[in-house]
């Protein structure tokens, strides 16, 4: 979960050859270890990447890709833009589509536990975050994955036991990972 936080951070800082490089080998892998969940994300993602597109393309200032077409045609800047934001997107997207592959609720309720325990000193109630953010979980579970299913299905009685998941502490090796990225992405973004 962290390291999945850490790439997705790692990609939104990125530019140049090594994002889209590093972006579709994001994209590759996702689709070797979740290709199902990879498509549907994707698939589901359409209409806002086509947003994104004509908002960048269109309303970004530059030299114009068709000078014939006047107004209605994109600038290229635009297109290069658009098409860096949407795999920015993508990849973010594929990265998640994996992390819920890989790892259960319990597991993804530690992660971000850990990965939210510093915004305590802002006054944020990390445990109350989490319970809640379970309950939701929880809910979505009820459905087959149909949001129209979900809308239309009868109410049904409330399970009251007790919600429960374990909280560990980051393992040597998770400790380890994480510097390890740190310090390529410093890296990283100490020599761009």
Known sequence: MTAGFFL????????????WLLALLVGAISLLLAKTP?????????FILLALF????????????WPQAGVFSPSREG?????????????AASVLAVLLVVLDKSAWM???????????????SVDRFILRLRLVL????????NWREILMAAPREQDLSPLRWELKSLSGTDLALMMLM??????????A
């Open 110 to 124: 530690n992660g971000l536990h850990s990965l939210m325990k510093p915004l305590v000193v802002l006054g944020v």
């Open 54 to 65: 004509i908002l960048f393309a269109w309303q970004t200032p530059g030299s114009l890709m």
């Open 79 to 91: 297109v290069l833009l658009a098409l860096e934001q949407s795999l920015r997107l993508l990849a």
């Open 138 to 145: 929880d809910h979505l579970a009820v459905g087959a994955g």
């Open 38 to 46: 990879t498509w549907r994300t994707w698939r589901r993602m359409r």
């Open 8 to 19: 997705i951070l790692l990609l939104q800082c990125l530019n140049g050859p090594g994002f």
């Open 182 to 191: 740190l310090l390529i992405a410093g890296g990283w973004l100490w020599l």
